[in-house]
């Protein structure tokens, strides 16, 4: 299988690549199709009375507003949510406010409890020359 590399840096790329060079390379001087091109001041006005006239037009806009805009969600993000524990305003994605949330998952309301097992004393296996072993096992980490 033949491998292909760039032309500038030698990284490698992909047998399709026409140009001969990886994406960072092509996008380099003279091979940018925009390479040298500078907006003169009555072309940046040009084309921000364009854009602003294309925004203002209610066709445009209705085009790409509410339910039209691409990253419309079933109008959840329009409607008011609040916590469940104290009422407090949240965001449209969530149940609880933090202040309650953090609340609510503590001891026996954690996923992860597991009866106060933390509690329990350790063995009386578990002594002070165990601990050396296990830290020079360990290279002292």
Known sequence: MTKYYCIDCGKKITEGSKS??????AQKDKRNANFGHK???????????LTKKGMSKTKVREKISGKNHWNFKDGRTSKT???KSCGEEICYDSTRCQKCYLLSNVGEN????????????????FTQELKDQIRKRDNYK
Do not use: A, D, L, M
Not at 20 to 25: E, Q, R
Not at 113 to 124: A, D, L
């Open 20 to 25: 001969g060079y990886c994406k960072s390379c």
């Open 39 to 49: 907006w003169t001041v009555e072309q940046k006005r040009k084309q921000s009375i």
């Open 81 to 83: 949510n609040y916590c």
């Open 110 to 125: 954690h996923w992860n409890w597991q009866n106060g097992k933390s509690f329990e004393e350790y063995p009386q296996e």
